[in-house]
């Protein structure tokens, strides 16, 4: 079955450590999210990518590195300098055509910190 | 800005319709899709109106007024298993790089009792 993996379900974070969570699509989707879900808040984009090798910020991308090496993978690495990474991760894929079709989630990493 | 406004909690008994509220006050506006969200789960595609009207899926409803800036979302024949969160997203202007702005609201959380 065609779907989005999010790996890890559940991670735990040092101080000062870096940490990667996997998302891998098999729905040859060109376009790709990450999106960030706080306690009582909507859902708020960190990262995004349209096309292999290309990336661009969302709203609160500061903290948080991407990579695009490969259509199918869209990793995410929390990186020390974001200082309040608890949270829920969730990682989105979409067709870029037609216009009007909605993202399709994974099932979300919770991190929280050590 | 963008801004997306839905109440934060409703309750409803089973086997009564609801219906869940959306304004939103957005630069550009390209669509608004519902999405279900069970409690530590994905959210899962549900509608999308682009033009106004009423949007009928087995039993669930969309409703859109752009003029109006607002949406709802009509459950009806409620079942146990529609307790959840229902986001509320708006997909706004162009943001370059063959992509739309999609902005989601903080999500009302239902709680339908028997």
């Known amino acids: 079955d065609g779907g989005i993996t999010q790996s890890p379900k559940y991670l735990f974070r040092k101080e000062g450590q870096n940490v990667t969570l996997s998302c891998e699509q098999n729905?040859?989707?060109?376009?790709m999210y990450w999106y960030r879900q706080d306690p009582g808040q909507g859902l708020r984009l960190i990262y995004y990518?349209?096309?292999?090798?290309?990336?661009q910020k969302g709203d609160i991308a500061e903290g948080y590195s991407v990579s695009r090496e490969k259509k199918e993978s869209f990793p995410l690495t929390v990186t020390s300098a974001q200082k309040n990474p608890t949270a829920f991760y969730l990682c989105?894929?979409?067709?870029?055509?037609?216009?009007?079709?909605?993202?399709?989630f994974g099932d979300g990493t919770r991190l929280s910190i050590l | 800005g963008q801004n997306i406004d839905q109440p934060t909690e409703m309750t409803a008994t089973e086997g009564a319709i609801v219906q869940i509220n959306c304004t939103y006050q957005?630069?550009?506006?390209?669509?608004l899709f519902w999405y279900q969200q069970h409690a530590g789960e994905a959210p899962t595609f549900l509608s999308y109106?682009?033009?106004?009207g009423l949007e009928e899926k087995g039993r669930f409803s969309s409703f859109l007024s752009r003029s109006k800036g607002y949406s709802y979302l009509l459950l009806k024949e409620l079942q146990m298993k529609d307790s959840a969160s229902y986001l509320c997203?708006?997909?706004?202007?162009?943001?370059?790089?063959?992509?739309?702005?999609?902005?989601f609201g903080k999500g009302t959380k239902l709680s339908v009792i028997p």
């Open positions: 109106n682009v033009l106004d």
């Open positions: 989105a894929s979409k067709r870029t055509a037609p216009q009007g079709l909605p993202q399709h």
């Open positions: 957005t630069s550009g506006f390209n669509g």
């Open positions: 997203a708006v997909r706004g202007a162009y943001s370059g790089a063959g992509s739309y702005q999609l902005t």
């Open positions: 729905l040859n989707h060109d376009a």
């Open positions: 990518s349209q096309i292999v090798n290309d990336f």
